[in-house]
C-alpha cells in the first residue's frame, strides 16, 4: 500500500511539473509582419510574404534618370535577423555579406512599425521610418 501511494504522489508530481512547465512564457513577444506595410510619407512599400521566412521585399516606385525609367534605389528583396529592438538588414543586390544593425519598433497590436532607414547601404542614416499595415 505504502509503494501505491508513493507511486500516486510520483505521478501527481510529475504531472504538476509538466503543468507549471507548460504554462511558462519564454518572455518572447510574438509579432506578426506577414502582410503589406505602406509608408504614409514616401509612397513605400514593404511587403512580408508567409511563403518566405526572414525576408522582405522594399517596393519604392520609379525614376528617371538620363532619360531611363528604373526603380528607385532600395528597391530590392532584403533578408533580416531580430534582435531585441533592432533589425539586422541585408540586400539580395548589395555586395556584402553583412547585416548592419537598424532601429526596429512595433506596436501592441501590430499595425505600426517603426524602421531605422537601412535602404542605402553607402548612405546609412538615423532616420526612422513609419509604415501602417494596410492588409
Known sequence: MKTVKSNICFVLMVLFLCLCYGCHSDGKTTVNLKGMWIDAGKQDTLIFDEKYDNTFEVRRGYEIVNGYRRPKIGTDIYQYKWRNDSILVNGY?????CFPAHYFSINAD?????IGEFYNPNNPTSNRLKFYKVK
Do not use: A, P, S, Y
Open 93 to 97: 543586390l548589395w555586395n556584402c555579406i
Open 110 to 114: 501590430n499595425t505600426i512599425l517603426e
